[in-house]
Protein backbone atom coordinates (compact mmCIF):
# COMPACT_ATOMS: atom_id res chain seq x y z
CA UNK A 1 0.00 0.00 0.00
CA UNK A 2 1.33 3.13 -0.85
CA UNK A 3 2.24 6.18 1.62
CA UNK A 4 -0.63 8.44 1.33
CA UNK A 5 0.71 12.24 0.00
CA UNK A 6 1.85 14.77 2.36
CA UNK A 7 -0.26 17.61 2.65
CA UNK A 8 2.49 20.02 1.42
CA UNK A 9 2.81 17.60 -1.53
CA UNK A 10 -0.78 18.82 -2.00
CA UNK A 11 -0.32 22.60 -2.14
CA UNK A 12 2.91 22.74 -4.10
CA UNK A 13 1.86 22.27 -7.62
CA UNK A 14 -0.67 25.29 -6.58
CA UNK A 15 1.94 27.42 -5.35
CA UNK A 16 4.32 26.76 -8.42
CA UNK A 17 1.00 27.40 -10.81
CA UNK A 18 0.56 30.81 -8.85
CA UNK A 19 4.06 31.56 -8.97
CA UNK A 20 4.61 30.64 -12.96
CA UNK A 21 1.15 32.45 -13.56
CA UNK A 22 2.68 35.57 -11.34
CA UNK A 23 5.45 35.63 -13.59
CA UNK A 24 4.05 35.13 -16.98
CA UNK A 25 1.89 38.07 -16.34
CA UNK A 26 3.88 40.87 -15.47
CA UNK A 27 6.26 39.82 -18.41
CA UNK A 28 3.45 39.60 -20.90
CA UNK A 29 1.70 42.82 -19.71
CA UNK A 30 4.59 44.81 -20.27
CA UNK A 31 5.47 42.68 -23.74
CA UNK A 32 1.54 44.16 -24.77
CA UNK A 33 2.25 48.08 -24.47
CA UNK A 34 5.27 48.01 -26.17
CA UNK A 35 3.32 46.42 -29.25
CA UNK A 36 2.73 48.77 -31.92
CA UNK A 37 -1.15 49.20 -32.74
CA UNK A 38 -2.30 50.03 -36.09
CA UNK A 39 -5.08 53.09 -36.11
CA UNK A 40 -6.65 54.75 -39.13
CA UNK A 41 -4.63 57.75 -39.83
CA UNK A 42 -6.11 61.29 -40.58
CA UNK A 43 -5.51 63.16 -43.87
CA UNK A 44 -3.68 66.06 -42.37
CA UNK A 45 -1.90 67.11 -38.49
CA UNK A 46 -3.69 70.42 -38.83
CA UNK A 47 -6.47 70.87 -36.14
CA UNK A 48 -8.53 73.89 -36.43
CA UNK A 49 -8.64 74.71 -32.61
CA UNK A 50 -7.37 73.71 -29.25
CA UNK A 51 -7.47 75.15 -25.78
CA UNK A 52 -4.20 76.74 -24.84
CA UNK A 53 -3.17 76.63 -20.97
CA UNK A 54 0.66 77.28 -20.26
CA UNK A 55 0.45 75.86 -16.81
CA UNK A 56 2.66 72.55 -17.83
CA UNK A 57 5.61 73.02 -15.85
CA UNK A 58 6.65 72.05 -11.87
CA UNK A 59 4.85 74.08 -9.42
CA UNK A 60 2.95 75.89 -12.06
CA UNK A 61 -0.91 76.38 -11.83
CA UNK A 62 -3.86 78.78 -12.06
CA UNK A 63 -5.22 78.19 -8.76
CA UNK A 64 -2.06 80.32 -7.42
CA UNK A 65 -3.52 84.30 -7.49
CA UNK A 66 0.35 85.36 -7.33
CA UNK A 67 1.17 83.57 -11.03
CA UNK A 68 1.63 84.91 -14.26
CA UNK A 69 2.24 84.01 -17.34
CA UNK A 70 5.05 86.41 -19.16
CA UNK A 71 4.31 87.56 -23.35
CA UNK A 72 7.66 85.81 -23.77
CA UNK A 73 6.22 82.36 -23.21
CA UNK A 74 3.03 83.13 -24.67
CA UNK A 75 4.67 83.58 -27.79
CA UNK A 76 7.10 81.20 -27.84
CA UNK A 77 3.86 78.85 -27.50
CA UNK A 78 1.77 80.27 -30.19
CA UNK A 79 4.78 80.46 -32.59
CA UNK A 80 5.02 76.71 -31.78
CA UNK A 81 1.19 76.30 -32.00
CA UNK A 82 0.73 78.18 -34.97
CA UNK A 83 2.16 75.18 -37.15
CA UNK A 84 -0.73 72.76 -36.22
CA UNK A 85 -3.67 74.79 -35.24
CA UNK A 86 -5.66 78.01 -36.69
CA UNK A 87 -7.01 79.08 -33.15
CA UNK A 88 -6.19 78.76 -29.76
CA UNK A 89 -9.07 78.81 -26.83
CA UNK A 90 -8.56 80.09 -23.56
CA UNK A 91 -10.25 80.57 -19.92
CA UNK A 92 -8.85 83.70 -18.21
CA UNK A 93 -7.74 86.77 -19.15
CA UNK A 94 -5.89 87.29 -15.62
CA UNK A 95 -2.29 85.91 -14.81
CA UNK A 96 -1.52 87.22 -18.22
CA UNK A 97 -3.89 85.66 -20.21
CA UNK A 98 -5.01 88.48 -21.91
CA UNK A 99 -1.86 88.90 -24.16
CA UNK A 100 -3.04 86.43 -26.10
CA UNK A 101 -5.36 87.75 -28.83
CA UNK A 102 -2.43 90.56 -29.22
CA UNK A 103 0.42 87.76 -29.28
CA UNK A 104 -1.67 85.26 -31.99
CA UNK A 105 -2.52 87.90 -34.34
CA UNK A 106 1.59 87.88 -34.82
CA UNK A 107 0.96 84.27 -35.89
CA UNK A 108 -2.15 84.23 -37.77
CA UNK A 109 -4.48 82.44 -35.34
CA UNK A 110 -7.48 83.47 -34.10
CA UNK A 111 -8.88 83.51 -30.43
CA UNK A 112 -11.33 81.41 -29.10
CA UNK A 113 -11.35 84.13 -25.64
CA UNK A 114 -12.41 83.03 -22.36
CA UNK A 115 -13.74 85.37 -19.33
CA UNK A 116 -13.50 83.18 -16.08
CA UNK A 117 -16.93 83.29 -14.02
CA UNK A 118 -16.62 82.09 -10.21
CA UNK A 119 -17.89 82.58 -7.07
CA UNK A 120 -16.62 85.71 -6.39
CA UNK A 121 -18.33 88.68 -8.07
CA UNK A 122 -15.44 90.83 -7.29
CA UNK A 123 -13.12 88.48 -9.33
CA UNK A 124 -16.00 87.98 -12.02
CA UNK A 125 -16.09 91.70 -12.53
CA UNK A 126 -12.58 92.73 -13.30
CA UNK A 127 -12.10 89.23 -15.73
CA UNK A 128 -15.50 90.94 -17.29
CA UNK A 129 -13.68 94.14 -17.76
CA UNK A 130 -10.39 92.78 -18.90
CA UNK A 131 -12.12 90.92 -21.29
CA UNK A 132 -14.10 93.63 -22.92
CA UNK A 133 -11.02 95.66 -23.21
CA UNK A 134 -9.61 93.08 -25.13
CA UNK A 135 -12.16 92.45 -27.27
CA UNK A 136 -12.53 95.70 -28.12
CA UNK A 137 -8.63 96.24 -28.81
CA UNK A 138 -8.67 93.18 -31.11
CA UNK A 139 -11.80 92.33 -32.26
CA UNK A 140 -10.51 90.82 -35.82
CA UNK A 141 -8.52 88.40 -33.75
CA UNK A 142 -11.35 86.85 -31.87
CA UNK A 143 -13.57 83.96 -33.20
CA UNK A 144 -15.94 84.67 -30.25
CA UNK A 145 -15.60 85.17 -26.62
CA UNK A 146 -16.71 82.52 -23.85
CA UNK A 147 -17.69 83.96 -20.71
CA UNK A 148 -17.65 81.41 -18.42
CA UNK A 149 -16.80 77.57 -18.25
CA UNK A 150 -18.88 74.87 -16.45
CA UNK A 151 -20.26 77.27 -14.20
CA UNK A 152 -23.54 75.82 -14.11
CA UNK A 153 -21.70 72.44 -13.73
CA UNK A 154 -19.40 73.69 -10.67
CA UNK A 155 -22.79 75.14 -8.94
CA UNK A 156 -20.60 78.61 -8.84
CA UNK A 157 -23.60 80.99 -10.46
CA UNK A 158 -27.26 80.68 -11.54
CA UNK A 159 -28.58 80.32 -14.29
CA UNK A 160 -30.14 84.01 -13.90
CA UNK A 161 -27.06 85.86 -13.15
CA UNK A 162 -24.68 83.60 -15.32
CA UNK A 163 -27.03 85.00 -18.42
CA UNK A 164 -26.96 88.25 -16.60
CA UNK A 165 -23.19 88.21 -16.98
CA UNK A 166 -23.30 86.98 -20.40
CA UNK A 167 -25.21 89.62 -21.58
CA UNK A 168 -23.40 92.27 -19.46
CA UNK A 169 -20.28 91.44 -22.22
CA UNK A 170 -22.40 91.16 -25.52
CA UNK A 171 -23.75 94.50 -25.12
CA UNK A 172 -20.52 96.21 -23.78
CA UNK A 173 -18.80 94.52 -27.69
CA UNK A 174 -21.64 94.73 -29.13
CA UNK A 175 -19.78 97.27 -31.60
CA UNK A 176 -17.36 94.83 -32.27
CA UNK A 177 -19.32 92.63 -33.89
CA UNK A 178 -17.84 89.55 -31.68
CA UNK A 179 -20.00 86.42 -30.93
CA UNK A 180 -20.43 85.86 -27.54
CA UNK A 181 -21.11 82.65 -26.01
CA UNK A 182 -21.26 80.03 -22.60
CA UNK A 183 -19.54 76.65 -22.95
CA UNK A 184 -20.45 74.18 -20.65
CA UNK A 185 -21.55 70.07 -20.76
CA UNK A 186 -23.82 69.50 -22.64
CA UNK A 187 -26.30 67.95 -20.07
CA UNK A 188 -26.56 71.59 -18.35
CA UNK A 189 -27.36 73.08 -22.13
CA UNK A 190 -30.53 70.90 -21.83
CA UNK A 191 -30.91 71.10 -18.52
CA UNK A 192 -30.97 75.38 -18.23
CA UNK A 193 -32.16 76.14 -22.24
CA UNK A 194 -32.81 79.47 -21.13
CA UNK A 195 -29.41 80.56 -20.97
CA UNK A 196 -29.54 80.04 -25.24
CA UNK A 197 -31.58 83.09 -25.35
CA UNK A 198 -28.12 85.20 -23.90
CA UNK A 199 -25.34 83.80 -26.31
CA UNK A 200 -25.35 84.11 -30.05
CA UNK A 201 -24.29 80.48 -30.56
CA UNK A 202 -24.03 77.34 -28.01
CA UNK A 203 -21.00 75.92 -27.37
CA UNK A 204 -21.05 72.33 -25.94
CA UNK A 205 -18.44 70.14 -24.16
CA UNK A 206 -18.38 65.99 -25.17
CA UNK A 207 -15.92 64.17 -23.22
CA UNK A 208 -17.26 60.75 -23.58
CA UNK A 209 -14.76 59.52 -21.09
CA UNK A 210 -15.93 61.55 -18.64
CA UNK A 211 -19.81 60.98 -19.23
CA UNK A 212 -21.86 59.81 -16.11
CA UNK A 213 -21.91 56.16 -17.99
CA UNK A 214 -18.59 56.57 -19.93
CA UNK A 215 -18.47 55.40 -23.17
CA UNK A 216 -15.65 53.32 -24.37
CA UNK A 217 -13.67 54.20 -27.41
CA UNK A 218 -14.82 52.24 -29.60
CA UNK A 219 -17.96 53.52 -29.08
CA UNK A 220 -16.93 57.39 -28.47
CA UNK A 221 -17.35 59.17 -31.67
CA UNK A 222 -20.99 57.53 -32.65
CA UNK A 223 -21.69 59.37 -29.08
CA UNK A 224 -20.65 62.71 -30.25
CA UNK A 225 -22.45 62.32 -33.23
CA UNK A 226 -25.76 61.37 -31.25
CA UNK A 227 -25.17 64.00 -28.90
CA UNK A 228 -24.06 66.85 -31.56
CA UNK A 229 -27.07 65.83 -33.07
CA UNK A 230 -29.50 66.06 -30.10
CA UNK A 231 -28.52 69.52 -29.21
CA UNK A 232 -28.80 70.58 -32.45
CA UNK A 233 -32.68 69.39 -32.83
CA UNK A 234 -33.18 70.72 -28.61
CA UNK A 235 -32.19 74.34 -29.74
CA UNK A 236 -33.46 74.61 -33.79
CA UNK A 237 -32.02 77.32 -35.97
CA UNK A 238 -28.78 77.41 -33.09
CA UNK A 239 -25.81 77.33 -34.36
CA UNK A 240 -23.98 74.23 -31.92
CA UNK A 241 -19.93 74.35 -31.19
CA UNK A 242 -18.21 71.58 -29.95
CA UNK A 243 -16.22 73.51 -27.13
CA UNK A 244 -13.95 71.32 -25.82
CA UNK A 245 -13.52 67.15 -26.44
CA UNK A 246 -10.86 64.80 -26.34
CA UNK A 247 -9.27 61.40 -24.36
CA UNK A 248 -6.60 61.24 -21.80
CA UNK A 249 -3.97 59.36 -21.90
CA UNK A 250 -3.14 58.37 -18.62
CA UNK A 251 -4.89 57.39 -15.52
CA UNK A 252 -7.66 55.64 -14.40
CA UNK A 253 -9.78 53.54 -16.11
CA UNK A 254 -13.69 54.44 -16.12
CA UNK A 255 -15.48 51.36 -16.61
CA UNK A 256 -14.55 50.19 -20.24
CA UNK A 257 -13.31 54.02 -21.16
CA UNK A 258 -9.65 52.99 -20.61
CA UNK A 259 -7.29 56.62 -20.40
CA UNK A 260 -4.44 55.29 -22.50
CA UNK A 261 -2.14 56.89 -25.17
CA UNK A 262 -3.41 54.85 -28.27
CA UNK A 263 -6.97 55.47 -26.63
CA UNK A 264 -6.01 58.82 -27.23
CA UNK A 265 -4.52 58.81 -30.59
CA UNK A 266 -7.80 56.47 -31.60
CA UNK A 267 -10.09 59.10 -30.69
CA UNK A 268 -8.63 62.12 -31.51
CA UNK A 269 -7.99 60.55 -35.25
CA UNK A 270 -11.32 59.42 -35.74
CA UNK A 271 -12.94 62.80 -34.36
CA UNK A 272 -10.84 64.65 -36.87
CA UNK A 273 -11.87 62.36 -40.15
CA UNK A 274 -15.67 63.19 -38.74
CA UNK A 275 -15.60 66.43 -37.86
CA UNK A 276 -13.74 67.32 -41.83
CA UNK A 277 -16.37 65.38 -43.43
CA UNK A 278 -19.35 66.88 -41.38
CA UNK A 279 -18.15 70.70 -41.50
CA UNK A 280 -18.86 70.90 -37.53
CA UNK A 281 -16.92 73.54 -35.79
CA UNK A 282 -14.95 72.26 -32.76
CA UNK A 283 -12.06 72.52 -30.13
CA UNK A 284 -9.76 69.72 -28.72
CA UNK A 285 -8.88 69.93 -25.62
CA UNK A 286 -5.77 70.32 -25.00
CA UNK A 287 -2.81 71.92 -26.21
CA UNK A 288 -0.44 70.81 -23.24
CA UNK A 289 -0.69 68.77 -20.71
CA UNK A 290 -1.24 70.25 -17.28
CA UNK A 291 -0.05 68.71 -13.95
CA UNK A 292 -1.61 71.00 -11.50
CA UNK A 293 -5.20 69.44 -12.99
CA UNK A 294 -4.27 66.35 -11.23
CA UNK A 295 -4.82 68.07 -7.74
CA UNK A 296 -8.65 68.67 -8.78
CA UNK A 297 -8.82 65.47 -10.99
CA UNK A 298 -6.53 62.87 -9.85
CA UNK A 299 -3.87 61.41 -12.25
CA UNK A 300 -6.10 61.24 -15.15
CA UNK A 301 -7.03 65.35 -15.30
CA UNK A 302 -3.52 66.08 -16.20
CA UNK A 303 -3.13 64.25 -19.41
CA UNK A 304 -5.26 65.63 -22.29
CA UNK A 305 -2.56 67.45 -24.02
CA UNK A 306 -1.82 66.56 -27.37
CA UNK A 307 1.73 68.03 -26.23
CA UNK A 308 3.49 66.84 -23.06
CA UNK A 309 4.87 69.02 -20.79
CA UNK A 310 8.14 69.34 -22.61
CA UNK A 311 6.04 70.86 -25.79
CA UNK A 312 6.45 67.16 -27.54
CA UNK A 313 4.03 65.67 -29.77
CA UNK A 314 2.40 62.63 -27.31
CA UNK A 315 1.74 60.71 -30.89
CA UNK A 316 1.60 60.95 -34.30
CA UNK A 317 -1.12 61.71 -36.57
CA UNK A 318 -0.34 58.35 -39.41
CA UNK A 319 0.88 55.54 -38.49
CA UNK A 320 1.09 52.87 -35.83
CA UNK A 321 0.86 54.00 -32.02
CA UNK A 322 2.63 52.03 -28.82
CA UNK A 323 2.04 52.59 -25.50
CA UNK A 324 4.94 52.63 -23.83
CA UNK A 325 8.10 52.29 -26.27
CA UNK A 326 9.98 51.96 -22.74
CA UNK A 327 8.66 48.59 -22.17
CA UNK A 328 11.77 46.84 -22.16
CA UNK A 329 12.39 48.36 -18.92
CA UNK A 330 9.49 46.15 -17.44
CA UNK A 331 11.59 43.24 -18.36
CA UNK A 332 14.85 44.42 -17.11
CA UNK A 333 12.82 45.28 -13.55
CA UNK A 334 12.11 41.70 -13.96
CA UNK A 335 15.41 40.58 -14.70
CA UNK A 336 17.00 42.45 -11.56
CA UNK A 337 14.29 41.48 -9.49
CA UNK A 338 14.74 37.83 -10.19
CA UNK A 339 18.56 38.58 -9.14
CA UNK A 340 18.04 40.60 -5.99
CA UNK A 341 15.85 37.74 -4.80
CA UNK A 342 18.35 35.13 -5.46
CA UNK A 343 20.67 37.15 -3.92
CA UNK A 344 18.78 37.31 -0.65
CA UNK A 345 18.50 33.57 -0.78
CA UNK A 346 22.13 33.12 -1.10
CA UNK A 347 23.55 33.42 2.51
CA UNK A 348 21.81 30.38 3.58
CA UNK A 349 22.75 26.85 2.43
CA UNK A 350 18.95 25.33 2.20
CA UNK A 351 17.73 27.86 -0.25
CA UNK A 352 20.52 27.03 -2.78
CA UNK A 353 18.42 23.98 -4.27
CA UNK A 354 17.00 23.99 -7.54
CA UNK A 355 13.41 24.07 -6.64
CA UNK A 356 14.55 26.76 -3.89
CA UNK A 357 16.22 28.79 -7.17
CA UNK A 358 13.73 28.76 -9.50
CA UNK A 359 11.06 29.48 -7.06
CA UNK A 360 13.13 32.85 -5.76
CA UNK A 361 13.36 33.73 -9.85
CA UNK A 362 9.86 33.54 -10.44
CA UNK A 363 8.66 35.70 -7.47
CA UNK A 364 11.10 38.15 -7.95
CA UNK A 365 10.32 38.41 -11.90
CA UNK A 366 6.99 38.98 -11.27
CA UNK A 367 7.81 41.89 -7.82
CA UNK A 368 10.01 43.92 -10.37
CA UNK A 369 7.50 44.12 -13.03
CA UNK A 370 4.80 44.39 -10.71
CA UNK A 371 7.63 47.45 -9.07
CA UNK A 372 8.35 48.71 -12.69
CA UNK A 373 4.36 48.97 -13.18
CA UNK A 374 4.24 50.71 -9.89
CA UNK A 375 6.55 52.84 -10.31
CA UNK A 376 5.29 54.04 -14.42
CA UNK A 377 2.35 55.00 -12.20
CA UNK A 378 3.77 56.81 -10.17
CA UNK A 379 5.67 58.49 -12.56
CA UNK A 380 2.60 60.30 -13.88
CA UNK A 381 0.22 60.42 -10.67
CA UNK A 382 2.72 61.99 -8.13
CA UNK A 383 2.44 65.36 -7.84
CA UNK A 384 5.20 66.53 -5.37
CA UNK A 385 8.35 65.43 -3.64
CA UNK A 386 6.26 64.67 -0.25
CA UNK A 387 4.42 61.54 -2.55
CA UNK A 388 7.29 60.51 -4.37
CA UNK A 389 9.15 59.71 -1.21
CA UNK A 390 5.74 58.39 0.42
CA UNK A 391 5.06 56.21 -2.42
CA UNK A 392 8.51 55.26 -2.54
CA UNK A 393 8.36 53.96 1.12
CA UNK A 394 5.71 51.89 0.49
CA UNK A 395 7.42 50.47 -2.66
CA UNK A 396 10.25 49.53 -0.66
CA UNK A 397 8.18 48.22 2.26
CA UNK A 398 6.37 45.71 -0.39
CA UNK A 399 9.60 44.71 -1.81
CA UNK A 400 11.30 43.79 1.22
CA UNK A 401 8.10 41.99 2.54
CA UNK A 402 8.16 40.22 -0.87
CA UNK A 403 11.70 39.54 -0.35
CA UNK A 404 11.32 37.90 2.81
CA UNK A 405 7.77 36.08 2.02
CA UNK A 406 9.83 34.33 -1.00
CA UNK A 407 12.63 33.32 0.91
CA UNK A 408 9.92 31.40 3.14
CA UNK A 409 8.26 29.99 0.24
CA UNK A 410 11.28 29.23 -1.85
CA UNK A 411 12.10 27.15 1.23
CA UNK A 412 9.02 25.23 1.49
CA UNK A 413 8.98 24.83 -2.50
CA UNK A 414 12.42 23.17 -1.62
CA UNK A 415 11.21 20.08 0.47
CA UNK A 416 13.01 22.34 3.90
CA UNK A 417 11.54 22.10 7.33
CA UNK A 418 9.21 23.98 8.13
CA UNK A 419 10.54 27.17 10.00
CA UNK A 420 8.98 29.98 11.82
CA UNK A 421 5.69 31.24 9.69
CA UNK A 422 5.92 34.83 8.56
CA UNK A 423 4.92 37.59 11.25
CA UNK A 424 1.01 37.86 11.43
CA UNK A 425 1.41 41.41 12.74
CA UNK A 426 3.34 42.56 9.41
CA UNK A 427 0.17 41.26 7.23
CA UNK A 428 -2.25 42.87 9.54
CA UNK A 429 -0.42 46.49 8.40
CA UNK A 430 -0.50 45.37 5.05
CA UNK A 431 -4.09 44.48 5.41
CA UNK A 432 -5.35 47.75 6.93
CA UNK A 433 -3.90 49.36 4.21
CA UNK A 434 -5.56 47.74 1.89
CA UNK A 435 -8.92 47.91 3.57
CA UNK A 436 -7.97 51.69 3.85
CA UNK A 437 -7.37 52.51 0.76
CA UNK A 438 -10.89 50.23 -0.42
CA UNK A 439 -12.79 52.54 1.47
CA UNK A 440 -11.24 55.19 -0.36
CA UNK A 441 -11.97 53.88 -3.46
CA UNK A 442 -15.36 52.48 -2.84
CA UNK A 443 -16.92 55.93 -1.18
CA UNK A 444 -14.53 58.24 -3.13
CA UNK A 445 -12.94 56.92 -5.80
CA UNK A 446 -13.88 58.97 -9.19
CA UNK A 447 -10.40 60.22 -9.72
CA UNK A 448 -8.17 57.91 -7.62
CA UNK A 449 -5.77 54.80 -9.17
CA UNK A 450 -5.70 51.75 -8.35
CA UNK A 451 -2.23 51.38 -6.96
CA UNK A 452 -1.82 47.40 -7.94
CA UNK A 453 2.30 47.24 -8.19
CA UNK A 454 2.71 47.94 -4.18
CA UNK A 455 -0.04 45.40 -3.08
CA UNK A 456 0.28 42.46 -5.59
CA UNK A 457 3.50 41.27 -4.43
CA UNK A 458 2.63 40.98 -0.38
CA UNK A 459 -0.67 40.08 -0.98
CA UNK A 460 0.66 37.09 -3.27
CA UNK A 461 3.17 36.62 -0.74
CA UNK A 462 1.03 35.79 1.90
CA UNK A 463 -1.05 33.61 0.05
CA UNK A 464 1.60 31.03 -0.83
CA UNK A 465 3.10 30.97 2.76
CA UNK A 466 -0.42 30.44 4.40
CA UNK A 467 -0.93 27.47 1.66
CA UNK A 468 2.48 26.29 2.29
CA UNK A 469 2.19 26.34 5.51
CA UNK A 470 0.64 22.71 6.81
CA UNK A 471 2.05 22.05 9.76
CA UNK A 472 1.60 25.61 11.89
CA UNK A 473 -2.52 26.59 12.34
CA UNK A 474 -2.54 29.57 14.51
CA UNK A 475 -6.07 31.17 14.68
CA UNK A 476 -5.83 34.90 12.98
CA UNK A 477 -6.46 37.47 15.47
CA UNK A 478 -10.48 38.88 15.04
CA UNK A 479 -9.12 41.86 13.92
CA UNK A 480 -7.28 39.75 10.79
CA UNK A 481 -10.81 38.16 10.18
CA UNK A 482 -12.60 40.48 10.08
CA UNK A 483 -10.39 42.59 7.68
CA UNK A 484 -10.60 39.54 5.43
CA UNK A 485 -13.96 39.56 4.94
CA UNK A 486 -14.62 43.45 4.69
CA UNK A 487 -11.29 44.12 2.46
CA UNK A 488 -12.91 41.96 -0.64
CA UNK A 489 -16.32 43.25 -0.32
CA UNK A 490 -14.85 46.80 -0.65
CA UNK A 491 -13.05 45.49 -3.49
CA UNK A 492 -16.59 44.12 -5.09
CA UNK A 493 -17.71 47.51 -4.47
CA UNK A 494 -15.24 48.86 -6.97
CA UNK A 495 -16.24 45.99 -9.63
CA UNK A 496 -20.08 47.04 -9.16
CA UNK A 497 -19.33 51.10 -9.65
CA UNK A 498 -17.34 49.89 -12.72
CA UNK A 499 -20.37 47.29 -13.60
CA UNK A 500 -18.02 44.82 -14.54
CA UNK A 501 -16.12 46.45 -17.56
CA UNK A 502 -12.85 47.77 -15.84
CA UNK A 503 -9.63 45.00 -15.68
CA UNK A 504 -8.07 47.25 -12.92
CA UNK A 505 -10.98 47.13 -10.88
CA UNK A 506 -11.23 42.82 -10.76
CA UNK A 507 -7.01 42.76 -10.48
CA UNK A 508 -8.20 45.06 -7.20
CA UNK A 509 -10.26 42.58 -6.36
CA UNK A 510 -8.08 39.89 -6.66
CA UNK A 511 -5.65 41.60 -4.53
CA UNK A 512 -7.89 41.55 -2.09
CA UNK A 513 -8.80 38.08 -2.09
CA UNK A 514 -5.49 37.05 -1.76
CA UNK A 515 -4.55 38.95 1.14
CA UNK A 516 -7.71 38.21 2.56
CA UNK A 517 -7.72 34.26 1.52
CA UNK A 518 -3.92 33.73 3.33
CA UNK A 519 -6.21 34.95 6.56
CA UNK A 520 -9.04 32.86 5.66
CA UNK A 521 -6.84 29.69 4.89
CA UNK A 522 -4.99 30.16 8.66
CA UNK A 523 -8.74 30.59 9.63
CA UNK A 524 -9.90 27.11 8.60
CA UNK A 525 -6.59 25.45 9.26
CA UNK A 526 -6.45 26.18 12.88
CA UNK A 527 -10.69 25.81 13.19
CA UNK A 528 -9.85 22.23 11.66
CA UNK A 529 -7.40 21.42 13.97
CA UNK A 530 -8.90 23.19 17.37
CA UNK A 531 -11.98 20.69 16.34
CA UNK A 532 -9.57 17.68 15.95
CA UNK A 533 -8.14 18.70 19.11
CA UNK A 534 -11.68 18.78 20.81
CA UNK A 535 -12.61 15.45 19.49
CA UNK A 536 -9.92 13.67 20.59
CA UNK A 537 -9.85 15.24 24.05
CA UNK A 538 -13.63 14.15 24.14
CA UNK A 539 -12.80 10.29 23.43
Known sequence: MSPSPSPLSRVAPLAWLILVAAALS???????????????????AHIACVSYAPF?????????????????????????????????????QGLGLNAVPQIAQRYGMKVLMGIWIGRDPAGNEREIQLGIATAKAYPDVLRGVIVGNEVLLRGEQSS????????????????????????????????????????????IHILPYWEDEPVE??????????????????????AVMIGETGWPSEG?????????????ARYLREFLRYAG?????????????????????????????????????????????????????????GAAGAVLFLLAGLWRREWRSPRSRVALALAGFASGTAMAWQFRQMWFACRNQTEWVFCGLICLLALLTAIALARWVAARLGGLPATKAPDPRLRFCWMFALAFYGLLLAFDGRYRD??????????????????????DAVLPSVEARFLACVMPLLAAMAVVQEIGLSPPAWLWLGVNLALGGAVLVDWRRASRLQAHQAQAADQ
Not at 219 to 238: C, N, T
Not at 254 to 259: C, H, L, Q, T, Y
Not at 282 to 299: C, L, M, S
Not at 450 to 471: E, K
Open 160 to 203: TSLAAYVNQVRDAIHDTHVPVTYADVWEFWLRYPQMANAVDYIT
Open 26 to 44: GGLWWWNVGRPVPLADTPT
Open 277 to 333: SVDMPYNVIEAFDQPWKRQQEGTVGGYWGIFDVNAQPKFAMQGPVVEEPRWLLGWWA
Open 450 to 471: FPLGMFWPPALGYLLASLLDVR
Open 252 to 264: KQRRGAAASLVNE
Open 217 to 238: PKDALQHVAEVYAHVKASFPGR
Open 56 to 92: RKPGETPLDPRAFVSPERIDADLRALSQRFDCVRTYS
